[in-house]
């Protein structure tokens, strides 16, 4: 016999994941795809950088097919860093969930506008 808990529990899996906060977005305050995007990027960048470290270790023992490896894994983790990058960067300035920075620069975009049309109207 299921008992209340393990109900509640499996009602709570059904639920699409927008439906409901996760543990660190309510934590952050960021949505969970940034969040996502960010654990992405961390750990590509902390694999290209151990996938070099192992190379070298590779290197120092003569096994330069090891060492190949190696390097090719640290260059794929860099890859998937870089397009976790370019997609954050994409999303955090995105409507209405952008930042403040977003809102800032988005209001220097509009300043630098505004003084285009001054220096037009004085040539």
């Known amino acids: 016999m299921a008992t209340a808990q393990s109900q509640s529990k499996a009602t709570k899996s059904r639920q699409p994941a927008r439906a409901r906060k996760s543990e660190a977005e309510e934590l952050s305050g960021e949505r969970d795809e940034h969040y996502n995007l960010i654990s992405v990027l961390y750990h590509g960048l902390q ?41 954050l960067v994409a999303r955090m300035g995105q409507g209405a969930g952008r930042s403040r920075s977003g809102r800032a620069a988005a209001r220097s975009e509009d300043a630098d506008e505004d003084d285009d049309e001054i220096d037009d109207s004085e040539d």
Do not use: C, P, S
Not at 57 to 64: L, P, R, S
């Open 47 to 87: 694999g290209a950088d151990q996938g070099a470290l192992y190379a070298e270790d590779a290197d120092e023992a003569g096994d330069e097919e090891l060492a190949e490896f190696f390097r090719a894994v640290g260059q794929k983790h860099g890859e998937l860093a870089q397009e976790a990058k370019r997609l």
